[in-house]
């Protein structure tokens, strides 16, 4: 019954006659649902227990470390069975009820939620790769943590399994609440882990922005679930998308009459993307993760890149049908995640810490994912968050590696000719590797998944998405400059390195070491013992055999691209059967409007063009956008292409090592500069200002905190003198008043009682006056 | 029996410890609460939750029969859960003073006790009388507590406490007394102070009358809650006030005040509930983000705990006023949450103090490095309080705020929101009362960066605690374990509270039914899914 009403979302033949009258049906009994689905989230809970007992045991070696990879990789073990065993019906699988109050028989009149998971394409291709990278990294991170064995050790693989578990109720999780639940779990693992060197300040505060601004964003969240509860009258997924309603509303905007989605059902989106945006770091909320680089690389890669904030795209995903309807959410949507990978890549082109512009380049990446989901290419949208999450979590993972072999550096002026090193080929290959899907080289994984939402935003009709269009590819150039900035600066060139802050502990873990006072003058006194030799200490197995597999996994990613062609691969396979599912098909032909929205292969040919002009400001021209007056789909790859070459050679011209092409690519003998500076100089103080972030950190200050802080402070002076004094004043008179009746005696006890004896005495003699 | 025994036996061991002369004084004090819980336990146990709405466990005893006087005790479910948290806290607060308190030691455990008896006579009075004269009672222990435990500002800050809360409560007798004789001309002079019967005459007043009602008995309560603007005694009582004193205000005392709005207002004035209850609203709402920010200026980290507890109890407050199932429920929840959250988190700050003898936070911090199991409970509990789902602080406060958000005419034409339910408070109320939730994330992350992060501070000629080691001990470990554990069991699994509350708040909101007015401006609004033509219905969509 479910798959009926599962399989006929996309096909919008929403069957109004099954499992629409309620959830009961839908509720697999455990003996009939894959109990042991359960296991996926509950194993990274029992790791995160277990961390728990070995913190409390003085644990000293790397027992937790193990605990987390064998938990995490059953984990992955169990969700490529759910995926291998899944038959293409959705399943929920119930673990105990958690919200359940009601006042009524009716429908709405009771707010259920409970701890169940919702199995379908979508959630499983999410854990598949969350899992498979959480392992992955568990294992990088077990050396790369070493320093810290019986210190934060523990603490560190707690979270790291507490993240896995809120990320598998956030993803997994079957109603609104429980993703809230994941949404704000992995907040708090994020929080965690970002201050998780708590004796640096910055770590600190970066920590605590992160938590505020996801805040800021979880109100949105919050919002639209309050909404969505309001006006659906349920919060569970399997009701939600099997209701009439929601049928209803797309049976309007299919017939043309999108004006009839009342305005609580278009809000509902608007809201759920706020919280989209504060997740996965899309403009205005995005200050949050750059900032969070402060965390141990693993993290970084993990849950700032990888993971935690694609939740954002996996919330529109999930809610797919909820947008479609919704007339303004979409473009906004893409409007935001458009304008962010562009901000992004702008900033990302003039910082110098290479994990600050990976992370830069994460928000801007995740621009791109939330325009394809807009621009109606949810299968170029997904499939680039999962290309993304192997590459970039590889380029995070290099970085890393560099760091930890550096003493702490990241500065890419400070870092030259890793290349040539000993011990650092699988490091540079891995970086190479990632810098190329990155950049959109031609058959690499993210090459395809960028090129399909390229095609589409010059495809499909919208407001202003044309000129979306430019910007995405204008950004996907810089996005190759920048890539191979950091790649040619750092790893090709003369060998060049400078330590950094933290040579004599030589790694980054400095600060947990009992040098709390000392950090604030390392800085300053390994810069003046540079002379003495520096050792970088490459990576050992444990890094190396990761970075490998990761490399490896990056590009065979690009062969999902060829898997069932005639879905646009593997992960539009998946989708094909869930509430993402890709709204059109045959993309050959017919191109959306709005009126013709939810139109899939053959229905395309039936479709009366008619509708689509009664709504002229969704399109009026041809139902075809174009680029350049060529079809977008069939040009894209060799104009993305070369938009990426013309990045890369210019990044090639302007940070290019010498040698063999350095006449063709140009010199660089020094690693602190480059012909870059010169160019740089010419565009006045933009780069500057690039550098530091539009100084948009500085405005949110200005604009929102320090109000507040003086606010708050006005407060504070108003509790004490207007509020509390208005009642001392009051408590006066009647003191001074006692005091002129009984000099003397100002005993608080004795007037109570006497109060008291009053009141006693009010109420008998109302009684006695009434009674007698 | 079982509430006259948790009535009598504090009450009874007050007096062993005050007369016996070996001066046991903690260890009959521990006895006598962890006697209690086992009762409270076995209380639970008894009681039939399947009529959770109808009043158990009932004792009477004629008091004053010409007057209709009757020593009236019952407990409903949500009675029974306020007194299994009083009873649950007591043996926390009696062990976490073992160390704390040093002079007048008898005195001191002889009042602790004297409370908690006042505390459950409140939640399980039936009897108007009997009711007022415990909820006034709690105010003497408590005063004792301060003035003479407290730290150096005490006596102010005690008298304060006591003069505020205490003319409140006389103006809130005067409306009982109303109350009282309004039931008796309509019965034609037949006295009772039965609470159910006064309830029932109170509900056929006039709504003019009831207005009146409810301010009186809103000037009791909302003192006690406390609700902006009357909130100022609270941060001062709580600075002042000995650890123990502060986690029974914080986990019970302020409870008096949303128990007593739940139990008298909403039912005995719902005419002008639904008329004030935006006024309350905006008094609520404006107590959360006022007092929010004001937490976020604070420095003394005790006050800022105080100030957050006038923040929370905002959504309390809110969820009351929302009258509806879920937001009624998720108020009783808050009452809960609350006092194992907070309760926890002025414990945590009484162990810190009992080290360093400082409540700044610019004197004190750091403190993971050299406490990390103090850091670990700490953050667990700052997260519970900041409403983390999955710890108890989320359920309570989502369902106030979604309660606030039903609360508005939403149903329109053709049942278009079937979530929605009538009310008079809405979206807006649940917007700005949400941006509590984002204040409260600042105010309490600074906390925390400050108290457990960043370099260790320690005042000026701190030396080690003779009793007491760097981190906490097992004692203090065993006092915070069952706190914990309830915030997390009550996060992930509330189930079993709802369903016990269910039936009371239900019944509760009954007497709101046909009260509520459906505003006009929803007529217009259909749903497409019940519409059979879609044509017919263009252009009639709102927007």
Redesign the interface.
């Known amino acids: 019954m479910l798959t009926d009403v599962m399989n006929s979302l996309p096909m919008l033949t929403l069957a109004a006659a099954d499992g629409a009258k309620g959830s009961g049906p839908l509720i697999e009994s455990w003996a009939a649902a894959p109990g042991w689905v359960l296991l996926i989230p509950l194993l990274p809970l029992l790791a995160a227990v277990l961390n728990v007992g070995c913190?409390i045991a003085g644990v000293k070696t790397k027992l937790p470390a193990v605990i987390t990879i064998v938990s995490l990789a059953a984990a992955f073990v169990l969700t490529a069975l759910a995926y291998l065993s899944f038959s293409g019906e959705t399943r929920i699988v119930t673990g105990?009820?958690?919200?359940?109050?009601?006042?009524g028989d009716?429908?709405?009149?009771s707010?259920k939620a409970d701890?169940g998971f919702y199995i379908d394409n979508l959630s499983l291709l999410w854990m598949l790769f969350v899992t498979g990278l959480a392992t992955l990294i568990a294992t990088y991170a077990s050396e790369y943590m070493e320093h810290d064995v019986g210190q934060g050790y523990n603490r560190f693989f707690f979270a790291f399994a507490l993240f896995v578990f809120s990320m598998s109720c956030l993803v997994l999780g079957d109603n609104l609440?429980m993703l809230?639940?994941g949404?704000?779990?992995v907040g708090?693992c994020s929080?965690?882990l970002i201050?998780y060197f708590?004796?640096k300040?910055e770590a600190?505060?970066a920590?605590?922005k992160a938590?505020?601004v996801n805040?800021?964003g979880?109100?949105g969240l919050?919002?639209g679930?309050?909404?969505t509860?309001?006006?659906?009258?349920?919060l569970e997924y399997a009701e939600l998308f099997s209701?009439?309603?929601?049928?209803?509303?797309i049976?309007?905007v299919k017939?043309g009459?999108a004006?009839?989605?009342?305005?609580?059902a278009?809000l509902i989106p608007v809201f759920l993307m706020i919280g989209a945006f504060g997740k996965s770091a899309q403009f205005p909320l995005y200050v949050w993760l750059p900032d969070a680089m402060e965390g141990p690389t693993p993290v970084s890669a993990l849950i700032h890149a990888a993971t935690m904030v694609t939740a954002g795209v996996y919330l529109i995903a999930r809610f797919y049908p909820v947008f479609l309807v919704s007339?303004w959410a979409l473009p906004v949507v893409a409007w935001i995640g458009a304008f962010t990978a562009f901000l992004a890549a702008t900033i990302g082109m003039a910082q110098f810490d290479i994990k600050r512009i990976m992370a830069y380049s994460t928000v801007s990446q995740l621009g791109y994912m939330f325009a394809g989901l807009a621009l109606l290419s949810s299968t170029g949208g997904v499939f680039h968050v999962l290309t993304h999450a192997f590459f970039k979590a590889l380029l995070f993972l290099c970085c890393g590696a560099v760091m930890h072999g550096f003493a702490g550096q990241l500065d890419l002026r400070k870092l030259s000719g890793l290349w040539s090193q000993p011990g650092w080929r699988v490091v540079s290959v891995g970086m190479l590797i990632g810098c190329i899907n990155l950049a959109g080289v031609p058959f690499t994984a993210g090459y395809f998944s960028k090129d399909m939402i390229l095609a589409e935003a010059f495809v499909t009709q919208g407001p202003g998405y044309g000129l979306i269009g430019w910007l995405l590819l204008l950004t996907a150039g810089m996005t190759a400059y920048y890539t191979f900035r950091v790649f040619f600066r750092v790893f090709v060139g003369p060998v060049r390195y400078e330590p950094g802050d933290d040579d004599h502990g030589s790694s980054d873990h400095d600060h947990e070491h009992d040098q709390?006072d000392a950090h604030g003058h390392d800085g300053h006194a390994h810069t003046d013992h540079a002379q003495h030799p520096f050792h970088p200490h490459p990576p050992r197995l444990a890094i190396n055999g990761v970075l490998a597999t990761l490399s490896v996994l990056a590009v065979l990613a690009a062969g999902l691209y060829f898997v069932t062609p005639e879905n646009k691969g593997w992960v539009g396979s998946m989708l094909k059967d869930s509430t993402a599912a890709q709204v059109y098909f045959d993309g050959e032909s017919d191109h959306p409007t709005r009126a013709g929205l939810f139109l899939i292969d053959g229905d395309a040919h039936h479709r009366d063009h008619a509708h689509a002009d009664d709504h002229a400001d969704h399109g009026e021209h041809a139902a075809h956008g174009s680029f350049l007056g060529f079809d977008p789909h069939k040009v894209m790859y060799y104009v993305s292409a070369i938009v990426g070459a013309i990045g890369i050679g210019f990044a090639a011209w302007a940070h290019g090592p010498r040698g063999a092409v350095s006449g063709f690519l140009g010199d660089r003998t020094e690693a602190a500069t480059s012909r870059m500076d010169a160019v740089a100089r010419s565009f006045g103080p933009i780069p500057k200002w690039a550098e530091h972030k539009w100084y948009v950190d500085e405005f949110y200050h200005f604009l929102f905190r320090a109000p507040?802080?003086v606010?708050?402070?006005i407060?504070?002076a108003i509790?004490k003198l207007l509020?509390?004094g208005l009642?001392n004043l009051i408590?006066y008179v009647p003191r001074a008043f006692g005091r002129l009746a009984q000099p003397g005696q100002s005993g608080?006890?004795h007037g109570?009682a006497l109060?008291?004896a009053g009141?006693v005495a009010?109420?008998l003699l109302?009684?006695m006056m009434?009674?007698g | 029996m079982l509430i006259v025994l948790l009535i009598l036996l504090p009450l009874i061991c007050a007096g062993l410890i005050v007369f016996n002369p070996k001066g046991q004084a903690k260890y009959i004090a521990t006895g006598a609460t962890l006697v209690s819980v086992v009762i409270g336990a076995i209380a639970l146990i008894q009681f039939d939750f399947s009529q959770a709405a109808l009043d158990q466990m009932v004792v009477k005893a004629p008091w004053v029969p010409a007057?209709g006087l009757e020593l009236s005790l019952a407990v409903d479910s949500v009675s029974l859960l306020l007194i299994a948290l009083t009873v649950l806290l007591g043996p926390i607060c009696v062990i976490g003073s073992f160390t704390a308190v040093k002079h007048d030691v008898k005195t001191y455990y002889a009042w602790l006790l004297v409370l908690q008896s006042a505390m459950i006579g409140v939640f399980a009075a039936r009897d108007l009388?009997l009711f007022y004269i415990c909820f006034?009672f709690t105010?003497?222990p408590m005063?004792i507590l301060i003035s003479l435990y407290g730290s150096a500002n005490r006596k102010k800050a005690a008298?304060?406490f006591?003069?505020?809360t205490?003319t409140g409560s006389?103006i809130a007798?005067a409306g009982f007394?109303y109350v009282?004789?309004f039931h008796?001309?309509l019965e034609g002079?037949s006295?009772t102070f039965d609470l159910a019967a006064l309830g029932e005459s109170a509900r056929m007043m006039e709504p003019a009358q009831q207005g009146w009602i409810l301010l009186a008995l809103l000037s009791g309560f909302a003192v006690k809650v406390p609700l902006f603007?009357?909130?100022?005694?609270l941060p001062l009582a709580h600075t002042e006030a000995p650890t123990a004193g502060s986690v029974i205000l914080a986990g019970v005392l302020l409870k008096l005040g949303t128990y007593g709005i739940y139990k008298f207002a909403l039912p005995y004035a719902p005419e002008a509930v639904v008329e004030y209850a935006p006024l309350i609203g905006v008094l609520s709402v404006v107590g959360i983000v006022?007092a929010g920010?004001?937490c976020?200026?604070?420095t003394d980290v005790k006050k800022l705990v105080a100030y957050s507890s006038v923040s929370h109890l905002g959504f309390c407050v809110l969820g009351l006023v929302a009258i509806?199932?879920?937001g009624v429920?998720g108020s009783v929840m808050y009452m809960i949450s609350h006092g194992f959250s907070t309760g926890a988190l002025f414990l945590m700050i009484g162990m810190m103090y009992e080290r360093y003898h400082t409540r700044s936070m610019r004197e004190v911090g750091?403190l993971?490095?050299t406490m990390p199991v103090w850091s670990?409970f700490m953050?667990f509990f700052v997260?519970a309080s900041v409403g983390?789902?999955?710890l108890n602080g989320?359920?309570s406060e989502?369902?106030c705020?979604?309660g606030t958000?039903?609360s508005y005419g939403?149903t329109g034409e053709g049942g278009?929101?079937?979530?929605?339910t009538l009310g008079v408070l809405g979206?807006w109320f649940?917007?700005f009362a949400?941006?509590g939730?984002?204040v409260a994330?600042?105010y309490l992350?600074?906390m925390t960066?400050k108290m457990?992060?960043?370099?260790?501070r320690e005042p000026e000629g701190h030396h080690e605690h003779d009793e007491l080691p760097t981190d906490l001990n097992a004692r203090e470990i065993g006092l915070l374990i069952p706190l914990a554990a309830g915030c997390l069991i009550f996060g992930?699994?509330?189930?079993p509270l709802?369903?016990a509350i269910?039936a009371p708040v239900?019944e509760t909101?009954a007497y709101y039914e046909g009260l509520v007015p459906v505003p006009e401006l929803e007529a217009g609004?259909?749903?497409?899914?019940?519409?059979g033509d879609?044509?017919t219905?263009?252009?009639?969509?709102?927007?």
């Open positions: 913190a105990w009820s958690w919200f359940d109050l009601s006042w009716g429908p709405g009149q707010m701890f609440l809230y639940l949404w704000e779990g708090l929080y965690l201050g708590y004796k300040p600190v505060a920590a605590k938590f505020i805040r800021i979880d109100l919050a919002i679930v309050f909404l509860f309001v006006h659906f009258g349920t209701s009439e309603q929601l049928a209803g509303y049976d309007a017939a009459n004006g009839d989605v009342p305005l609580m278009q007339e709390s507040l802080w606010l708050s402070h407060f504070h509790d509020v509390d009642v408590g608080v006890l109570y109060s008291m009141g009010v109420i109302v009684v009434v009674a | 007057l009388v006034e105010l003497i005063y008298t304060k006591f003069l505020y205490f006389v007798l007394v009282v004789w008796a001309s002079n006295w603007p009357v909130h100022t005694w006022y920010l004001i976020w200026v604070q509806n199932s879920v429920a750091g993971g490095s670990s953050v997260m983390l789902p999955g989320f359920v989502i369902m705020l979604m958000f039903q939403w278009a929101h079937p979530g929605g979206p649940a917007f949400g941006t939730m984002i994330a600042m992350l600074i960066g457990v992060w960043g370099k260790y992930l699994y509330p189930k709802l369903n269910e239900n909101v609004m259909t749903t497409v899914a019940n519409e879609h044509d219905e263009h252009g009639e969509g709102d927007h």
